[in-house]
């Protein structure tokens, strides 16, 4: 067999040009008005730049430009969008509008500023694993962000199948605190199908979102739930130990029983430099109810006399483990806040 032939640079800039001028001409493409069928209600499934998949009434899905006129678009909108009479290198119609979102769940981008990751959501599950590693930290700034958006939150432990005693040990009594602070704990395993039917119960007539590192399986779980879907996956590194960037953009799916399901893209860390102190105070729940009892009110609540949180972590009534997450977290807002970023709400 004849070895392939490898591109070089100039090879492949060429190509990417093309590629860029050709998804650039079909995004421009505009339809007359006589070309366009009548208006129909729709649900953005996913975003890939100019262009976005909708979900009709129907069920069908349809590749669409996006009118100049719409600002933001992303998974979960709901919007009114025209079929064309004819495909127009594979684009089928034209979002026109969007209507406006129940909610929307965010996250801060060190070059972008504030970005929505999916609107129009009912609860967020996060996902979190023994592999790569379990992170309680990631865990709780995710809290932090779906407490402010009043969202429902769930914690999912998946890949149980790899919970020794040892693990058992220093995972358990963590979420063991979780569940103590009033969230739902669900335990899943894609490998042994556990715990898939009572997560099914939780995505019931609802919209939801898989959140997390990337690597603890999101991916995974999606194709469990739904065999026909096969999002694509990847094992964690051997190399680094982290997890492998498999889903690229949010992406919805339909449930058999009414709920929607969207997978979104892995994250290394997640950062909260867009919010206030005290809307971080506000995402822990039992710091929540001690804001304004300190002595002072300028409290740093650290080592200030007089200060009820440090009074409540001696008491027991709040965990030191929460409590020191709580404080990194004030901290990674000052020394990781980008010089150039949007301000805090």
Known sequence: MAKKKRLNQGQLRRMRANAQKRLHNEASYEWSDEQLGKSEDGVVISRFGQHVDIQSASGEIFRCNIRRTVNSLVTGDEVLWRRGNETHSGIKGVVEAVQSRRSELSRPDYYDGLKTIAANIDQVIIVSALKPEFSSDIIDRY???????????????????????????????????????????????????????????????????????????????????????????????????????????????????????????????????????????????????????????????????????????????????????????????????????????
């Open 143 to 345: 809290l932090v962000a779906i407490e402010n958006t009043h969202l429902q939150p769930v914690i999912l432990l998946n890949k149980v199948d790899l919970l020794d005693e040892e693990l058992r040990q220093q995972v358990l009594p963590i979420l063991e605190q979780y569940q103590s602070l009033g969230y739902q704990i669900l335990y899943a395993s894609s490998k042994t199908e556990h715990g898939l039917d009572e997560l099914k119960e939780h995505l019931k007539a609802q919209t939801t979102i898989f959140v997390g590192q990337s690597g603890v399986g999101k991916s995974s779980l999606v194709n469990t739930l739904l065999p026909e879907v096969c999002a694509h996956t990847q094992e964690v590194s051997d190399n680094s130990g982290l997890g492998q960037h498999t889903t690229t953009t949010a992406r919805l799916y339909p449930l058999a029983d009414g709920g929607r399901l969207i997978d979104s893209p892995g994250i290394r860390e997640f950062s909260l430099w867009h919010l206030e102190n005290d809307e971080v105070t506000y995402g822990f729940r039992e710091l929540r109810q001690l804001q304004g009892h300190c002595k002072f009110r300028d409290c740093k609540h650290q080592n200030d006399p007089g200060c009820a949180f440090v009074e409540a972590v001696k008491n027991g009534d709040v965990s030191e483990r929460r409590y020191q997450s709580y404080l990194r977290i004030l901290q990674s807002m000052v020394e990781k806040r980008p010089a150039r970023h949007i301000p805090p709400r």
